[in-house]
Nanobody, 124 residues
């Protein structure tokens, strides 16, 4: 079955950086677009970033543009989220997700598989 396993979360001070990884198995990884979402306590899950199956196109939420970078390695079946200049409002559980769509989608309903999430906490 499909498994997406996130890692790399943790506690960091404002202005710091973290790199999240999501290792995928049980699917033809290079055929799937990959997305990152986050959910803060009491809030709905929101789109953060996504990358097309070929790695040739990306999309970012306005709140993270210029600070976060999504990338993928189709040999290692892994997608990454490099997060720089972190802010306390970036605190959330971060999820990776896989989409069979050939174009990038920012809607959660476009993703068919989800990881368990990794906690990111940014202190002020």
């Amino acid at each position: 079955q499909v498994q997406l396993v996130e890692s790399g979360g943790g506690l960091v001070q404002a202005g710091g950086s973290l790199r999240l990884s999501c290792a995928a198995s049980g699917l033809s990884f290079s055929n799937y677009g990959m997305g990152w979402f986050r959910q803060a306590p009491g809030k709905e899950r929101e789109f953060v970033a996504a990358i097309r199956w070929a790695g040739d196109s990306t999309n970012y939420a306005d709140s993270v543009k210029g600070r976060f970078t999504v990338s993928r390695d189709n040999v290692k079946n892994t997608v990454y989220l490099q997060m720089n200049s972190l802010k306390p409002e970036d605190t959330a559980v971060y999820y990776c997700a896989a989409s069979p769509k050939w174009v990038i989608t920012t809607a959660p309903k476009g993703y068919t598989s989800w990881g368990q999430g990794t906690q990111v906490t940014v202190s002020s």
